[in-house]
């Protein structure tokens, strides 16, 4: 049984709150745990979408489960709350939306990325109280009829922070389901990258992929959707960039 030491050299400056990693922490430990993984398991890397025909159909069983995952076109709809400035455009089949963005513009904007494009979102001004947020998302739910009972699922994407700040929380990965439990309409959230809270933040640069948790379908949910979430600091001057590329939700 491998072994594998992530003490030493851990400082409190890579905790949240003096025990929980924050984002320097979670690097430092991938950085003692993934040689060892890598040493001693087989890894097939992340299922991201690399080709623009990646999408479900009966040829294709484990294609994405939502439409355009390279993310090409400009015909996505792009709502007012996220204060955007003027010629702002978004891949086709996405929508954006926010909240308590009061101090904030932004720029969505596109751009070549390894597979397809990349949806850019620019970022400027202060944010005048905590809470803010930018969800950008398909803009239909999983079609349920694509999946049995049993499937397993997950979301996958390719991020990137570009700037000249620490202003940004999180920018995750979140595949959403809604189910009966209990009697009771749920949701439950499948996260990658989970939120920080003030005055905890990311990087001012970071890139690369995230997976969600897998959730097996077992045909009482209502609905499944997905989304990045974009969570902003407050207090912050906003010099930054966001970025996303070859977004899926699929079966494994």
């Known amino acids: 049984m491998p072994v594998v030491n992530i003490w030493d050299g851990f400082t409190e400056a890579m905790t949240v709150e003096g025990l929980h990693p924050n984002i320097l922490g979670a690097d430092f430990i991938q950085s003692r745990c993934v040689p060892v ?25 484990f294609g994405c489960l939502n439409a355009n995952p390279l993310m090409a076109g400009t015909a996505g709809t792009i709502n007012v709350s996220v204060n955007p400035v003027a010629g702002s455009v978004l891949a086709d089949s996405y929508k954006a939306n926010g909240s308590g963005l009061t101090g904030i513009t932004s720029r969505w904007y596109k751009e070549p990325a390894a597979y397809g494009e990349a949806q850019c979102v620019e970022l400027s001004g202060t944010m005048g109280a905590a809470g803010g947020y930018i969800y950008l998302q398909p803009s239909a739910n999983v079609t349920l009829s694509n999946l049995v009972a049993g499937d397993v699922i997950e979301m996958v994407s390719a991020p990137e922070i570009v700037g000249n700040d620490r202003g940004i929380l999180g920018w995750e990965a979140e595949m959403i389901i809604t189910k009966p439990v209990a009697g009771t309409s749920t949701t439950i959230y499948y996260r990658s990258m989970d939120k920080y809270q003030d005055p905890f933040t990311l990087p001012a640069n970071w890139k690369g992929a995230l997976e969600t948790q897998r959730y097996q379908f077992d045909g009482t949910e209502t609905v499944i959707t997905s989304r990045m979430g974009l969570y902003l600091a407050v207090g912050v001057a906003f010099d930054s960039k966001v970025k996303v590329s070859q977004f899926g939700v699929r079966k494994i």
């Not at 993984?37 to 069983?61: C, H, K, Q, W």
């Open 37 to 61: 993984i890598n040493a001693n398991f087989e890894f097939f890397g992340m299922p991201l979408p690399t080709d623009a025909a990646d999408v479900y159909s009966a040829i294709r069983p």
